[in-house]
């Protein structure tokens, strides 16, 4: 690529009220618009004083600025530029948004968390977001640790997080995520609450988790009948109570076991001719033997856990899967005399077969991802000192998330799974020249050859009346 003009004849300027750099909200809030989030927000969130009036245009202002990649309160000034006050009505100013977002209380909170959760049924009935919910779904639950840098900002602390994989004590806010998925569909997060910086991953996870599942449920999951509703996480939710909560609830639980004595006995007991080995990195299928020669083996047995706790013990399938220790003095002769194991357990009392149940518990491991889009979009800062105001900017993180992810399964299937920044990239960031003309329509003229076109006008058509496409 070269330039075709000199730089002495090259020249800019900031003046044309007509064009916009985000033609992609107008499908993406569309969809907003028909889900009903006005109502909604009209409806059950309630902040009092000046600054919580207008909560519906002031919600839908800050979603739309993390729509575009906002990740400040001043990042949302993007949306006041060129021909957006021709496109959307009653945007506000950061100063206004910043107001609003400090003034709920932590019971306005829990009402936009509400919103969030009634925003997530609505979308998954309007789009395709979670295909065949009502036969397979599962919930994974996860904590994370946001880095935090102003020692004046309510609640941070210090609490353990990994960075390369090794566990570290840094400053910040906890934030715990449900999320919901089929084996089609990528996650979409149900459930969120921020907390201390000190606060274990354990701690409320009752509650939490039961929230989580009344959301699941909500947006479809295991509806149909015999739905399969499985609710995975690591070991800081194996407790009793959690395990009820899934029990209660009718859902399937598939968490990691905590080495304690008990289980390390319960491994030992195992017979060498329990363990099958399994599909694995760098594992080989031998189809004479009509199995894999793998490093990684599994096996299971029926286990009591909490037996020591009054009228808690839960008895299912500890699933133990093992893997063979590298030795890297092996290149230079150096063999070892036996082999050694790494030994990764899991209760669980999954109705999937035991390869099915082990590499579905594995599986958990997307919540990763979801936790990257986030910091990779509204979360990279938690940016009020303000406790309440950063676990709002929280929720509405999880809304603008779920709100691109519905807006990318009416894309197509390349964006029914792409990246949070992959959407915003192709979907969003659209430049866009605004043109009015009779009887109140209003055509976006966007570029040409644009290489994702097709599964923006895919959002478009799927949303905005006829005349759906014009023709040059």
């Given at each position: 690529?070269?330039?075709?003009?000199?730089?002495?004849?090259?020249?800019?300027?900031?003046?044309?009220?007509?064009?916009?750099?985000?033609?992609?909200?107008?499908?993406?809030?569309?969809?907003?618009?028909?889900?009903?989030?006005?109502?909604?927000?009209?409806?059950?969130?309630?902040?009092?004083?000046?600054?919580?009036?207008?909560?519906?245009?002031?919600?839908?202002?800050?979603?739309?600025?993390?729509?575009?990649?906002?990740?400040?309160?001043?990042?949302?000034?993007?949306?006041?530029?060129?021909?957006?006050?021709?496109?959307?009505?009653?945007?506000?100013?950061?100063?206004?948004?910043?107001?609003?977002?400090?003034?709920?209380?932590?019971?306005?909170?829990?009402?936009?968390?509400?919103?969030?959760?009634?925003?997530?049924?609505?979308?998954?009935?309007?789009?395709?977001?979670?295909?065949?919910?009502?036969?397979?779904?599962?919930?994974?639950?996860?904590?994370?640790?946001?880095?935090?840098?102003?020692?004046?900002?309510?609640?941070?602390?210090?609490?353990?997080?990994?960075?390369?994989?090794?566990?570290?004590?840094?400053?910040?806010?906890?934030?715990?995520?449900?999320?919901?998925?089929?084996?089609?569909?990528?996650?979409?997060?149900?459930?969120?609450?921020?907390?201390?910086?000190?606060?274990?991953?354990?701690?409320?996870?009752?509650?939490?988790?039961?929230?989580?599942?009344?959301?699941?449920?909500?947006?479809?999951?295991?509806?149909?009948?015999?739905?399969?509703?499985?609710?995975?996480?690591?070991?800081?939710?194996?407790?009793?109570?959690?395990?009820?909560?899934?029990?209660?609830?009718?859902?399937?639980?598939?968490?990691?076991?905590?080495?304690?004595?008990?289980?390390?006995?319960?491994?030992?007991?195992?017979?060498?001719?329990?363990?099958?080995?399994?599909?694995?990195?760098?594992?080989?299928?031998?189809?004479?033997?009509?199995?894999?020669?793998?490093?990684?083996?599994?096996?299971?047995?029926?286990?009591?856990?909490?037996?020591?706790?009054?009228?808690?013990?839960?008895?299912?399938?500890?699933?133990?899967?093992?893997?063979?220790?590298?030795?890297?003095?092996?290149?230079?002769?150096?063999?070892?005399?036996?082999?050694?194991?790494?030994?990764?357990?899991?209760?669980?009392?999954s109705p999937f077969t035991l390869v099915q149940a082990e590499a579905q518990h594995r599986d958990h491991a997307v919540m990763e991802q979801v936790n990257a889009d986030l910091i990779d979009g509204p979360l990279a800062h938690l940016p009020s000192g303000v406790f309440t105001a950063n676990a709002a900017w929280l929720t509405l993180a999880a809304l603008t998330h779920n709100l691109l992810r519905a807006a990318g399964c009416l894309a197509g299937a390349f964006h029914a799974r792409a990246?949070?920044?992959?959407?915003?990239?192709?979907?969003?960031?659209?430049?866009?020249?605004?043109?009015?003309?009779?009887?109140?329509?209003?055509?976006?003229?966007?570029?040409?050859?644009?290489?994702?076109?097709?599964?923006?006008?895919?959002?478009?058509?799927?949303?905005?009346?006829?005349?759906?496409?014009?023709?040059?």
């Open positions: 690529m070269r330039f075709s003009h000199a730089a002495a004849k090259t020249h800019a300027i900031f003046d044309d009220e007509h064009m916009i750099a985000y033609a992609g909200l107008e499908p993406v809030m569309r969809l907003a618009q028909r889900c009903g989030l006005d109502a909604l927000v009209g409806e059950y969130v309630q902040i009092a004083g000046p600054a919580g009036a207008n909560a519906p245009a002031k919600l839908a202002s800050v979603i739309a600025g993390m729509a575009c990649g906002a990740d400040s309160i001043e990042d949302l000034d993007a949306l006041r530029h060129g021909g957006m006050r021709k496109l959307f009505d009653g945007v506000r100013a950061p100063s206004t948004l910043g107001s609003f977002l400090r003034a709920p209380t932590w019971g306005n909170v829990r009402q936009l968390e509400k919103v969030n959760r009634r925003m997530l049924a609505r979308l998954a009935s309007h789009t395709p977001m979670l295909p065949d919910a009502g036969t397979v779904a599962f919930i994974d639950v996860d904590s994370m640790q946001r880095r935090t840098y102003g020692y004046r900002k309510q609640g941070s602390g210090f609490g353990h997080t990994k960075i390369q994989g090794k566990s570290v004590l840094v400053r910040g806010l906890n934030v715990l995520l449900a999320t919901v998925s089929t084996p089609q569909a990528v996650p979409v997060i149900c459930a969120t609450r921020l907390r201390g910086g000190k606060t274990g991953s354990a701690r409320g996870a009752e509650p939490f988790v039961r929230e989580s599942i009344a959301a699941a449920k909500e947006a479809g999951a295991g509806s149909g009948a015999g739905g399969i509703v499985v609710l995975r996480g690591d070991s800081a939710f194996y407790s009793a109570r959690v395990i009820a909560a899934c029990r209660d609830n009718h859902v399937s639980f598939s968490v990691t076991a905590k080495m304690d004595k008990k289980i390390k006995a319960a491994i030992v007991a195992m017979p060498e001719s329990a363990w099958v080995t399994i599909e694995y990195p760098n594992a080989v299928f031998d189809e004479r033997a009509g199995r894999w020669v793998s490093d990684a083996e599994i096996a299971e047995i029926t286990y009591t856990a909490f037996a020591s706790k009054k009228n808690q013990a839960v008895t299912a399938r500890l699933i133990v899967r093992r893997v063979k220790r590298l030795n890297p003095r092996g290149k230079n002769g150096q063999e070892e005399l036996f082999a050694t194991w790494r030994y990764h357990a899991i209760f669980t009392d990246r949070g920044a992959t959407l915003r990239r192709h979907l969003i960031a659209v430049p866009a020249r605004i043109a009015r003309h009779g009887r109140g329509h209003l055509t976006l003229h966007l570029p040409e050859h644009w290489r994702w076109q097709d599964a923006w006008l895919n959002v478009f058509d799927a949303l905005d009346g006829p005349p759906r496409r014009c023709v040059a």
